[in-house]
């Protein structure tokens, strides 16, 4: 995401919102108040990279702490997670 931004007040955001999603496909767009960035509206494809980094970086946190749950408490997460999804 480090291309820049396309900046839209919050009414122009409203009043233009089909602009403002063509315009996050290419790039961040934030949303303005008052002179104030109040919000950032980004694509599907930047979002999944910000993720990635974030996960990515929770992942190599735990690997130097060795702070792993362990075969059974992660068995139990992943049965939590499964029955959530059903």
Do not use: C, W
């Not at 494809?45 to 990635?52: G, I, L, Q, T």
């Amino acid at each position: 995401m480090s291309k820049t931004a396309t900046m839209y007040t919050a009414s122009n955001a409203k009043n233009n919102f089909g602009e403002l999603i063509d315009a996050a496909q290419r790039s961040p767009v934030s949303i303005e108040r008052r002179g104030r960035s109040v919000a950032f509206i980004i694509s599907p494809s930047d979002m999944e990279r910000y993720e990635d980094a974030v996960l990515g970086a929770r992942a190599v946190a735990v690997l130097k702490k060795g702070a792993f749950l362990g075969v059974k408490r992660s068995e139990a997460f992943l049965k939590t997670i499964t029955h959530a999804l059903r």
